[in-house]
Antibody
């Protein structure tokens, strides 16, 4: 069964750091580009970071550039999100998602996200 | 980043109605446009990819069209399970940004 399982969320004070993990199973992880998508309470979806299958190319939304880092360990089938300098507005449910239909190894263009985890909640509050 | 805008933001309709949701990109994305459905408490599910391709397992009452900057999602005959929030997403330029969503409610 294809599955993604996020972990690492919690309550953190503004300015703090947190690392999220996403464990993948049921597909060839190293061949798959991955993304972190967040959803603030009652709000829409925001794709904040993405990474190619090899890990050699990463993409960042302006809202998290310089603060968040995406990485992966293909030997462990795990995706990571390192979040630093957290802000109240970073409060959200964080999903990891698998991208499909990449048109190149960098996955600059693709066909969307076909597998999603259940998400892990990050709450930034004093 | 490419900006995506959807209209309407919310929509009330009845079972059996034909419904159309539109999505506009801030620049041409050719056909790199995807549609997702999200029900309350559930994860998003891809319905349409590449503007008009139906994802496996998705009912044929869902269809997508458009290219360039303007796109539509059509549900030909609404079913009770279709009441949800729908998002468009461009996958032409990373990161792959989403529209703000359209909430489809029962009239």
């Amino acid at each position: 069964e294809v599955q993604l399982l996020e972990s690492g969320g919690g309550l953190i004070q503004p300015g703090g750091s947190l690392r999220l993990s996403c464990a993948a199973s049921g597909f060839t992880f190293s061949n798959s580009a991955m993304s972190w998508v967040r959803q603030a309470p009652g709000k829409g979806l925001e794709c904040v970071l993405a990474i190619s299958g090899s890990g050699g190319t990463t993409y960042y939304a302006d809202s998290v550039k310089g603060r968040f880092t995406i990485s992966r360990d293909n030997s462990k089938n795990t995706l990571y999100l390192q979040m630093n300098s957290l802000r109240v507005e970073d409060t959200a449910l964080y999903y990891c998602a698998k991208t499909f239909g990449c048109t190149s190894a960098s996955c600059y263009r693709a066909y969307g996200m076909d597998v999603w985890g259940q998400g892990t909640t990050v709450t930034v509050s004093s | 980043d490419i900006q995506m805008s959807q209209s309407p933001s919310s929509l009330s309709a009845s079972v059996g109605d034909r419904v159309t949701i539109t999505c506009r990109a801030s620049l041409s994305i050719t056909t790199y446009l995807n549609w997702y459905q999200q029900k309350p408490g559930q994860v998003p599910k891809v319905l349409i990819y590449g503007a008009s391709n139906l994802q496996s397992g998705v009912p044929s009452r869902f269809s997508g069209s458009g290219s360039g900057t303007d796109f539509t999602l059509t549900i030909s005959s609404l079913q009770p399970e279709d009441f949800a929030t729908y998002y468009c997403q461009q996958s032409y330029s990373s990161p792959h940004t989403f529209g703000q969503g359209t909430k489809l409610q029962i009239k």
